[in-house]
């Protein structure tokens, strides 16, 4: 194996995230990807198995997982001022890479070509959202096949709840996620010790 | 007018209150919409406008703040999508003690699904846009199906719903 380089300068640092930052086109796993290639197999800095703990950590973090994800790196790589400088070089020169582009939008925005190919644009990123969407339930239909119909049936009902609870009734997500966390400890916890289960004893940890 | 203390916290609660980069759109839409800050158009032209710039995905934040407080909201929304991240530290030194107890796997799964609901309430949200009619509808079948091939890029998925947006409304 690969002899993991030296730690990093602030310098160096600022600049592998600011370039995984605006070479990630089109969302979530592309950065996912660069983060990987970057810190993992270019640097020897992180191993996959701890790259998969702190992005599960990430997940169950509020806000943005990625960003979540470049402060846990950052602070291995150089303590505060490591995620000073990851932050930095992650999302300033992005956002204003998108905060100049809108400002232009806005200055063309009345033009009848620019409405037009927005109109086409706009349902073209809602189907976008449902792929994110279809990509997380993925998971949890592989996970519902081992555990049966009840569980799948259950999960999609949870699902669907949700979203019309937020779409007809106007709840707001503030009680949402919290209900939802309720419910999947109330229903989902998995059994202690279940003599099923294959491949993980999730009851000898209790 | 926007008062932008509460318009930050507004922005931070979205944030505080979400995983990942865009199931904060369901808090802001109803929050933003419910002062006046924010016209129904803004939402799906700042997923459009995120969508084409680089970085995360969450970004698409920022050109929300631009679009509705001008260079203020830009920076509001970038303050208010970074400092939950922070919170990361503290959970990396709690889980640890908990991960093993089985609510917190089921709480955690429950959390998961009510992701796949707000995903699917902003969905509904960008396709009740006004200006998107079922010609606009057959556009985001077409895009879901060439997304799910995995063999198009997404930036190419969204140019060439721009050209057919072109050819059809112009």
Known sequence: MKLQDPRPSKWQLFRIWASVGLQSFGGGASTTLLIQRAFIEKHNWLSIEEFTHLWNLCVITPGINLVALTVLIGRKLGGVWGIVVSLAGLLLPSATITCLLAATFKQIENQAVVQAVLRGVIPATGAIMLLVGWNFALPIIRRGHKEGVLYLLGSSVVIIACALAIILLKISVIIIIPGAAFLGGLFFSPKPASPLSTKEEQGEKQ | MINPFIYFLLFLKASLFSTGGFSNLPSLHQDLIANGWAKESYFGQSIAIGQISPGPNGLWVISLGYLTFGYAGAFLALIAITLPALL???????????????????????????????????????????GVDWKGLLIAAGAFGLALSRKVNILIILGLAGLVGYLVYR
């Open chain 2, 88 to 130: 990361v530290l503290v959970v990396s030194a709690g889980y640890i003690r908990i991960e093993h107890r089985t609510w917190v796997q089921g709480a955690m799964y429950g959390v998961s699904l009510a992701v796949i609901g707000l995903l699917l309430s902003v969905v509904w949200t960008i396709l009740h846009q006004p």
